[in-house]
């Protein structure tokens, strides 16, 4: 990808928009027909986390009262880790396209120039804020600010706590408010719930439409809870890594009662889209409604999660839609709702939902949903992929997300479902019906083929430009090249040639040799006892961008844990 003509597609896109809006003309645009838009995303709640499901151990009565009150989705899938979920819903595209490819190690970077539905609907007229986990970049161009955000309140990498952001707590959490380092108060979902509510009283008090986009970090690990939360559920004699998770759950559930209350109270409700799901299966191992398999899984309760859509007065109360869905459905979806024209030259994988949201048409076209993930930067074909259907599934080496060395047979492992009797996936019908397989294996093909093109795979560029970003902390285990475990360094855009200043953590206070190798050149400098930091000459360019500290006398190390060990601040001097 060139990233510069980043500006030229984010302005083309605007342009436009301001077309459409000409051609629309105001009474297809005016204030009264395009909703408030709540999105909130919970990682790692999984389909049986829920008391509307049937778990009688979990407490959720504000989403239990939700889902009374909501249209539920109830075949809707996610991709089976968080990353490549996000990247879909943002884009409605398949993710694959984006440039994200998985969760850490260079694999959830997506590509700048990518339109998101914030931008979509920032330029539209809506004030658009994010509260909680990004995952698709913590550096410029892939940040919230440079994808449509107005207002921003994060924490970076996969999760709080993990690299670069160590140490850091779910209490007390230190954030990114706006692109700058905030300490904030409070229990990490409240924070985000807390400043959610206060943007949306703002936007209200200006009478401007918003988008609020709350992707909570919660019940991701570490499990992080008070007592209070969780104490409760291992007297009832659950574990207690189950015990934490609900009680996490149960923090979020009293959330998301206190955001719909506050929509009640404002007079907001049924001027509001709020859309509830999760981003895949459960990481642990508990109550998955009967679904078999969880994160990373390519099978149900990997990626089958719960979806509420709730607008009064506009959705059906208590309705459930069992025909597939999927989060690839929820920008053309949301852009129909809100009436936000589609640049004609964006391609989506997605489809719009809205006529089943409103009662308007009671079946959609069938089609097949695609999903694969594995670890690694070049996806294989076949593995660990599944091709949902409103019937079948077939599933291809299921069980192989972490296996980067697979070695792939000439004849693909399948395995064939039937849905409509055996959701749980139970019995292997492949003999059975082994012209569906055939079908659906070609689909497979094409689709992978298809993925393949878009972009070849390639992870989307850091760009260190100092009019965008100075300095630009490269993180090595969340965005590093990896290649069979091993950081070589990070794909890098070099805007302005220049002196730059390179600091590098080192755990080693030994004196040795800072090595900086970019566009074929290896760098060298020597540090003293303690000295991190040292100043090289860089050219412009785009490539691979490798710096490591080589302690005297002692091997080159290649740091592969998820640590701030071996991640750099590179900040341009002059």
Request: proline share 6%; aromatic share 10%.
């Amino acid at each position: 990808m060139n990233t510069r003509y980043i500006p030229t597609v984010k302005w083309f896109a605007g342009f436009l928009f301001l077309l459409l809006f000409t051609f629309y003309g105001e009474k297809g645009l005016c204030a009264e027909n395009r909703p408030n838009v709540i999105i909130i995303l919970t990682d790692d709640q999984g389909y049986g986390d829920v008391g509307f499901h049937g778990n009688p151990k979990i407490k959720t009565p504000h989403l239990d009262r939700m889902a009374k009150q909501s249209t539920e989705l109830t075949r809707f899938y996610c991709s089976p880790v968080c990353a490549p979920t996000r990247a879909s819903l943002l884009t409605g595209r398949n993710y694959y396209r984006t440039g994200v490819i998985h969760t850490s190690r260079g694999g959830a970077k997506m590509h700048g120039e990518e339109i998101t539905i914030a931008e979509l609907l920032q330029q539209a007229g809506y004030q658009t804020g994010i509260f909680g986990k990004w995952h698709l970049g913590d550096n410029y161009p892939m940040r919230p600010q440079d994808q449509g955000f107005t207002e921003s309140l994060i924490h970076k990498s996969g999760g709080i706590g993990q690299s670069p952001d160590q140490p850091n707590s779910y209490l007390n959490p230190k954030l990114w408010k706006n692109g700058e380092v905030f300490q904030s108060t409070g229990y990490c979902t409240d924070v985000f719930f807390d400043a959610a509510l206060e943007f949306i009283d703002r936007q209200q008090q200006a009478v401007k439409p918003f988008f609020v986009y709350l992707p909570t970090n919660a019940p991701h690990t570490p499990l992080e809870i008070a007592e209070s939360y969780w104490k409760p559920y291992q007297q009832q004699g659950l574990d207690e890594t189950t015990a934490r998770v609900y009680g996490m759950i149960t923090n979020l559930d009293e959330n998301i009662g206190k955001l719909l209350t506050h929509l009640d109270r404002s007079d907001l409700s049924e001027k509001t889209v709020v859309l509830f799901l999760g981003d895949n299966g459960p990481q642990q191992k508990r109550d998955t409604g009967g679904l078999r398999g969880r994160k990373s899984w390519i099978y149900e309760g990997g990626i089958r999660v719960p979806c509420l859509a709730q607008w009064p007065g506009h959705f059906r109360e208590g309705e459930k839609i069992n025909q597939i869905a999927a989060h690839i459905d929820l920008l053309p979806t949301l852009l129909a709702l809100t009436n936000t024209p589609r640049p004609e030259r964006l391609k989506l994988d997605g489809v719009d939902l809205s006529p089943l949201l409103t009662g308007g048409k009671e079946k959609l076209p069938e089609r097949s949903l695609f999903f694969q993930v594995h670890r690694g930067l070049r996806p294989q074909r076949y593995q660990n992929f599944a091709v949902v259907t409103e019937r079948f599934k077939l599933t291809g080496y299921p069980g192989t997300f972490g296996n980067e060395n697979l070695m792939l047979q000439a004849e693909p492992v399948l395995e064939l479902y039937d849905l409509s009797v055996d959701p749980g996936e139970r019995k292997d019908v492949l003999s059975k019906h082994p012209e569906t397989a055939k079908t659906l294996l070609e689909q497979y093909e094409a689709w992978f083929s298809e993925m393949k093109t878009t972009r070849n795979f390639e992870p989307g560029l850091i760009v260190i430009d100092r009019e965008q970003e100075n300095p630009s902390v490269l993180c090595r285990y969340q965005d590093g090249s990896f290649q069979q475990g091993v950081s070589e360094g990070w794909m890098v855009k070099i805007v302005r040639p220049g002196l730059y200043r390179v600091k590098i953590n080192r755990e080693s206070g030994k004196p040795g040799k800072l090595t900086v190798n970019w566009q074929g050149k290896a760098l060298h400098e020597f540090l003293k006892n303690g000295e991190s930091a040292a100043e090289f000459e860089l050219t412009a360019g785009a490539g691979l961008l490798d710096i490591w500290f080589q302690a005297e006398g002692e091997d080159r190390v290649y740091p592969g844990d998820n640590s701030p060990r071996g991640d750099v601040v590179i900040t341009q001097v002059k």
